[in-house]
């Protein structure tokens, strides 16, 4: 049996970066070459909330431009994969196996969340794709769980892709680029600590981490990474493999889990 793949998270920044994706869509392309080619990509995007863990069943996923007041260039842009019907299948019977209460959403395209990062990691468009909802409602051990359900999937050729942001402040973005404020720095290299520590206890009590809420107003843009983290294993070390900032404070980390 082939070694599992990695998980990974993504902090997938301003819907910009599918414009101009500058040092973050390099990182992106050499992570697209650096892995095994996966059968499927499971993508955990911030910017599909549900009630209880979906997966999208689309053959042929539309892109969905979930952003306004862009240039109209951007609206331009499409990703267009072939779905992944049999992972949905898959994902849902783990999640169902482990009482988590999965439902299966027959058309569901991808969000930006998913697709940005996507365009760099895969830009050929050839490896099937599909997506699975964060629950807002639901905190970081949920999410751990759900991972935890999905692990089985790494075994199985399957990139589990999640995609949010290490640090996501909206209200107080800095569009005069004046430089990457300490408090948006301490909760970057905090989340890096704890998931390098591999102390799951600590990391999934992120809202004592400092700065936590100045960090994340709301938690969506975080609960990825916990999914990531929960199919990487309870204890396992994972890293920090790209670090950096745009407007000021929204976070472009990412990180991997083995």
């Known amino acids: 049996m082939s070694a599992p793949l990695p998980t990974f998270f993504v902090s997938h ?11 973050t869509g390099r990182f992106w392309e050499e992570l697209g070459r650096s892995l095994p080619r996966p059968d499927a990509v499971l993508c955990v995007s911030a910017h599909w909330m549900t009630t209880v863990p979906a997966v999208s069943r689309a053959a042929r996923p539309e892109t969905i431009y979930d952003f306004y007041g862009f240039p109209e260039s951007l609206y331009r842009l499409h990703y267009d994969p072939p779905g992944a019907p049999a992972l949905a299948d898959r994902a849902a019977e783990l999640l169902q196996a482990a009482q988590l209460g999965p439902a299966i959403d027959p058309g569901r395209g991808l969000d930006h969340g998913a697709w940005c990062p996507l365009r760099s990691i895969y830009p050929n468009a050839d490896v099937p794709v599909t997506q699975l909802a964060i629950q807002p409602r639901r905190d970081s051990r949920w999410h751990f769980k759900v991972g935890e359900a999905l692990a089985p999937l790494r075994h199985e050729n399957v990139l589990i892709l999640a995609s949010g942001g290490a640090v996501h402040n909206l209200r107080d973005l800095d569009r005069g680029n004046g430089g990457t404020p300490a408090w948006a720095r301490a909760f970057d290299d905090w989340l890096a600590s704890a998931v390098e520590a591999g102390d799951t206890e600590t990391f999934l009590d992120w809202e004592r981490a400092p700065e936590a809420r100045r960090a994340h107003p709301t938690e969506d843009h975080l609960l990825p990474i916990f999914v990531a ?6 204890g396992s070390r994972g890293r920090r493999v790209y670090s950096g900032f745009s407007l000021g404070s929204l976070s472009l980390a990412a990180f991997r889990f083995d």
Request: hydrophobic content about 40%; overall charge neutral; glycine content about 30%.
């Open 13 to 23: 920044g301003s819907p910009m970066l599918a414009l101009d994706p500058g040092a």
């Open 229 to 234: 983290a929960g199919a990487g294993g309870r």
